[in-house]
C-alpha cells in the first residue's frame, strides 16, 4: 500500500500547500469576506478529496483494501502533502451499514497558523480547506456524506485542531449552519458579489477615514479617553469600553457602568491573548457566555512604548462585527494610547514636581517659605494638619533586588493607587518616593473619618497593595503635625516605628508612633537589643509561669502598671477581687525578683512591659 500511488499523481489531485494555500486563502478572505471564503475554501478541499479517492479507485489493488485500511491511507497522505501531522485517535467503521465514526488532531496546521498571522485569532475554527478534503475523501471512498467538524482549532486560541467526524444524518442540527457552505454556487454570482464587496470596502473605507479624522480631534480639544469612548459609540451605535491590563476599568460608555464585563471566561481568553498571540498585536474576537446565551467583545490591545498597557473594547449583543469595526477599534486603540502616553506622561510630571518639593520641606537646610509658596500653586496646602504614612517595601521573594524593572513598576503602580485612593475620599494627598519606601503627606480630615489612625492606615494599606504580588508593605505613622516645621519630627516618628515594627513578632502591617508609647521617645533601634535582654531577663520566668499554670501574671501586671500602682482600680479594670491583685502581685515580685514599692523596680517592669508589646511577645 505504500507505493500505491506515485508522488507525481498525487500533486494532480491534492490541495496545494505552503505559500500558495496562504496566498490563496488571504485573498479570498480579503475579497470575499471570511463566511464566503470558507465556503470557497471548503468546497475546493472537499473537490480535492473527491479527486484523490477517484485515483485511487482507478488503481488495482483499491478492490482488495479493507475501508479502515483505505481511511488510515487517506489521513496519511494528507498529513505528507498538507504538511502537517494526522493523528487518528478513533476510526469505527462497518462497511455493511456505512456507519461511519473519527475523532482525531491536525497538529502543526498551516492554515490555522498563517490566518493567526494576517488577521489573529478568530471566533470559529478557521481549517477550511483540511475539514473540507477530509470530509470529501471520506464520503467518496464510504459512499456517503460525511462531515467533518472542528470542535478545537488553534486559530481561535485552543490548544489543539481537533476534529470529529459524523455521517451528515448523525450531526442532527449541530451541523446544520455548516451545510450552507457545502452548496455549489455559480462563479459568475461569486464574481458579481466580489464586486459589490469590492464596492462596500469603497463605503467603508470612507467611514473609516471620516471617523478616524475625528479621533485626533477628541485629543486636541482635551475631551481625553471619555471623549474619545463618546465619540466611538455616537458614531458606531455600541458600547466602547477601556481597562488596563489587570482589566480594571479605566473608562466606559455610560451604559457599561454597573455592569460586570470580566467574567472568568474573559479573563481566560484576555490571558491566553498576553502570552500566546502578544507579539502579532492583533485584534481578536470574544464570544462570551452570559445568561443563557452570549455577547462578543471586539478587543484590539493598547501599547505604550512596546508595552502592553490594557485592552479596547467594541461590544455587541447582537449582530458581527464588520470589517469597518477591524479599522476602527485599530486606529482608536493607537489615538487611546496618545492620550495615555499623554495623561501618564503629565501625571508623572506633576508628581515629579511635588515630590521635589515634598523632599525639600523634609531638608531643614532650605528655605521653606519658596517650598510652600511653589505647592501652593501644584494645588496643595502644605500648611494644613496631617499624618506622615511611611510605607516599608519589601519583595515577597525575599530578594534584595529594589532597582529591577518589576519592582519599581509596582512601586510606581502604588503611588498611582496612593492617589486614587485620596481621590476617593476626597481629600488631596502628597507623595515621596525612596528606594524601599513610600512616604505620604495624609491630611488629618481624611483619618478623622476613620474610627482611628490604625483603621485609616489599614484602609489605605489595602487600597494599594491588595493583590500586589510583587512586594509586600508595613505602614508606620507620624503623630499629628499642625504645622510645616513639625514634618521633619514626623518622618522620624513614622521610620521609627517601622524600625521598631521590624523586631516586632506580631503579623500586624499597621501601627502608629502614638502606639509605642513613652518608651519610644528614649529608645534607639541600635542599641534596642540590649533593651530586649533586659527585659526577658525581668519576665521571662512570669511569662513561663504563666505558660506552665494557664495564669494571668503578666496580665496583672499590665493593668497595675497602667494604673500607676492603683490596686483598687487594677481590680476593677480586671473584674477581679482586690485579695486576688495583691495575691498575683506578690507571686509576680517573687518569680520576677524585683520590687515594685520602690520607683526603680516599678520603672524597670513598665519599660519590660513595653518592649514585650512592641515585640508582639504579649498583646492585652
Request: glycine share 6%; with cysteine; hydrophobic share 40%.
Amino acid at each position: 500500500m505504500e507505493n500505491l500511488i506515485k508522488s507525481d499523481e498525487m500533486i494532480k489531485y491534492l490541495p496545494e500547500s505552503g505559500h500558495i494555500l496562504d496566498t490563496l486563502r488571504k485573498n479570498l478572505i480579503a475579497a470575499l469576506g471570511m463566511d464566503r471564503a470558507k465556503g470557497f475554501l471548503l468546497r475546493y478541499g472537499w473537490d480535492c478529496g473527491e479527486k484523490f479517492s477517484e485515483l485511487l479507485k482507478s488503481k488495482e489493488e483499491y478492490k482488495s483494501l479493507a475501508l479502515e485500511d483505505l481511511f488510515l491511507y487517506g489521513s496519511k497522505i494528507h498529513g505528507l502533502t498538507a504538511d502537517l501531522g494526522v493523528d487518528v485517535t478513533k476510526l469505527v467503521v462497518d462497511p455493511y451499514t456505512k456507519d461511519y465514526f473519527s475523532e482525531g488532531y491536525w497538529k502543526s496546521s498551516q492554515e490555522a497558523e498563517k490566518h493567526i498571522e494576517h488577521f489573529g485569532l478568530s471566533y470559529e475554527p478557521v481549517c477550511f480547506t483540511l475539514t473540507g478534503y477530509a470530509g470529501g475523501y471520506v464520503s467518496s471512498i464510504l459512499g456517503r456524506q460525511v462531515i467533518f467538524k472542528e470542535v478545537e482549532c488553534k486559530g481561535k486560541g485552543d490548544p489543539h485542531c481537533h476534529w470529529v467526524a459524523m455521517p451528515i444524518e448523525d450531526w442532527g442540527k449541530e451541523i446544520k449552519e455548516d451545510l450552507d457552505h457545502y452548496q455549489e454556487e455559480n462563479l459568475g454570482q461569486e464574481l458579481d458579489n466580489a464586486f459589490k464587496r469590492i464596492e462596500e470596502q469603497k463605503e467603508v473605507f470612507k467611514r473609516a477615514l471620516h471617523i478616524s479624522e475625528k479621533l485626533p480631534n477628541a485629543i486636541l480639544n482635551g475631551s481625553g479617553l471619555q471623549g474619545i469612548i463618546m465619540l466611538i459609540e455616537k458614531e458606531m451605535n455600541y458600547p466602547v469600553m477601556i481597562e488596563n491590563i489587570q482589566l480594571e476599568r479605566i473608562e466606559a460608555s455610560s451604559c457599561l457602568e454597573n455592569s460586570d464585563m470580566n467574567s472568568v471566561y474573559v479573563r481566560k481568553e484576555l490571558q491566553q491573548f498576553v502570552q500566546s498571540v502578544f507579539p502579532a498585536k492583533k485584534t481578536f474576537l470574544i464570544k462570551v457566555p452570559q445568561a443563557g446565551d452570549f455577547y462578543k467583545r471586539l478587543v484590539s490591545p493598547i501599547f505604550l512604548q512596546n508595552k502592553l498597557f490594557g485592552f479596547l473594547s467594541f461590544i455587541k449583543k447582537t449582530g458581527d462585527f464588520s470589517e469597518l469595526d477591524y479599522l476602527i477599534i485599530e486606529r482608536a486603540s493607537s489615538v487611546s494610547a496618545i492620550q495615555i502616553l499623554n495623561e501618564t506622561s503629565a501625571f508623572e510630571n506633576e508628581q515629579r514636581l511635588k515630590e521635589e518639593l515634598l523632599n525639600g520641606i523634609f531638608q531643614e537646610d532650605l528655605p521653606k517659605e519658596n517650598l510652600i509658596y511653589r505647592l501652593k500653586l501644584a494645588g496643595y496646602n502644605i500648611e494644613q494638619s496631617q499624618y506622615v504614612f511611611v510605607f516599608h517595601l519589601k519583595r515577597f521573594d525575599q530578594q534584595d533586588q529594589l532597582l529591577d524593572e518589576a519592582f519599581i513598576e509596582c512601586k510606581k503602580t502604588a503611588v498611582e493607587q496612593l492617589y486614587k485612593a485620596f481621590e476617593h475620599r476626597k481629600v488631596k494627598g502628597l507623595v515621596s518616593t525612596r528606594v524601599n519606601q513610600i512616604i505620604a503627606l495624609v491630611p488629618e480630615e481624611m483619618v478623622d473619618s476613620f474610627s482611628s489612625l490604625v483603621s485609616a492606615g489599614t484602609w489605605l494599606l489595602n487600597q494599594v497593595f491588595a493583590g500586589n504580588m510583587v512586594m509586600d508593605a508595613t505602614l508606620g505613622i507620624s503623630t499629628v503635625c499642625r504645622k510645616v516645621g513639625e514634618l521633619k519630627r514626623g518622618l522620624v516618628e513614622a521610620q521609627k516605628t517601622i524600625s521598631m515594627m521590624s523586631f516586632s513578632k506580631s503579623p500586624l502591617k499597621v501601627k502608629s508612633y502614638k502606639e509605642l508609647g513613652a518608651i519610644a521617645k528614649f529608645i534607639e533601634p541600635k542599641n534596642f537589643s540590649e533593651l530586649q535582654s533586659f527585659s526577658h531577663e525581668l519576665l521571662d520566668d512570669i511569662m513561663a509561669y504563666d505558660h506552665k499554670y494557664s495564669a494571668d501574671l503578666l496580665y496583672t501586671l499590665y493593668w497595675y502598671l497602667e494604673n500607676n500602682g492603683h490596686m483598687k482600680n487594677t481590680a476593677k479594670d480586671m473584674n477581679v477581687s482586690l485579695g486576688s491583685v495583691r495575691y498575683r502581685l506578690t507571686r509576680i515580685q517573687d518569680i520576677g525578683r524585683f520590687d515594685l514599692a520602690t520607683s526603680q523596680g516599678f520603672f524597670d517592669a513598665h519599660v519590660a512591659v513595653q518592649v514585650f508589646l512592641l515585640l508582639g511577645l504579649i498583646e492585652f
